[in-house]
């Protein structure tokens, strides 16, 4: 059985990137292990949004090697080297073209907008958080107004020594 | 030590109240010892928005008889039955006052902008969240923007068996 799931860091106020549209913020977490290589290892697909595309070939290697990646945009084509599929289609399409492929687990990386399309579109299954004890004050925001009430279910929290606290929830 | 303290429950997408403005969707929820009781107990002065009396009064009974209660507005008085004062200072103004009077557990009880307001001006030392399992989608939000970036410490994470999840930080 094929799955969506969500996947992302936020701070206590509910922002993914600070005012500068940056991710230093996160420096002070980084190499603590919250077991990102295994969730990773199975992930077979990634989508985002065009911003998120944008920070991430910012930071220099490609993390998503071996799995289809697809950036959706109105817009045309950001680049052209192939790590990255450009597409205009709704989440619906996607997926089910995902799905079609052969995709078992697609994980919808971000921004805000993008994930709370997916969610809205009732398409994620699983919604896997790590709230950074910050608050920021600004920045771009987790969750940008939706179109729906989605009933979630707790599976587990987990405490990080480093005072990162994660969640998963289930979409029914 | 006196000290200021929030404690209010949110949905995951970071909402307190839903896009009518009403608090029903808190409904299946309630009925569950949260430990409420044990915590107002605690508190000796209560200090909301005009939004949030409103709110408050349009429940029934004042549930904070006993306590100094302080609604902040910068208009006329709302009410004049004397459950409540309205005061148009500052929260550090507020605060000093209060603890000047010899109060000692000062409680923000929202709403998202004031709270906000108290954080911001540094006054604000413990910070307790109940985030309910459910994505609103729209209403209104717990963290408007605001000045600055604020580091907290996460003092724990307690898993409710309803799937609440509850977390108390400290600040500075």
């Known amino acids: 059985m094929a799955e969506v799931v969500i996947y992302i860091a936020h701070s206590v106020d509910g922002f993914i990137s600070d005012r500068s549209g940056g991710l230093d913020w996160l420096a002070p977490f980084e190499g603590y292990d919250f077991g990102y290589d295994r969730f990773v290892a199975g992930v077979d697909a990634v989508v985002m949004g065009s911003n998120t595309y944008r920070v991430v070939r910012s930071q220099g290697d490609w993390p998503y090697r071996g ?36 995709r078992r687990r697609i994980w919808v990386v971000g921004g805000g907008g993008v994930i709370r399309a997916f969610i809205d ?52």
Chains 1, 2 share one sequence.
Not at 128 to 155: D, M
């Open 121 to 172: 579109a009732r398409l994620v299954k699983r919604l896997i958080l790590f709230q950074i004890p910050v608050l920021l004050g600004g920045g771009a925001s987790l969750w940008p107004p939706g179109k729906r009430k989605t009933e979630l279910k707790l599976l587990r929290a987990t405490t990080h020594l480093n005072g990162v606290v994660e969640t998963e929830h289930e979409i029914g």
């Open 67 to 102: 799995r289809s990646a697809i950036v959706m945009t109105k817009g045309a084509p950001i680049d052209g080297d192939g790590l990255a599929v450009f597409d205009d289609r709704t989440p619906a399409e996607l997926v089910q073209d995902l799905i079609h492929a052969g």
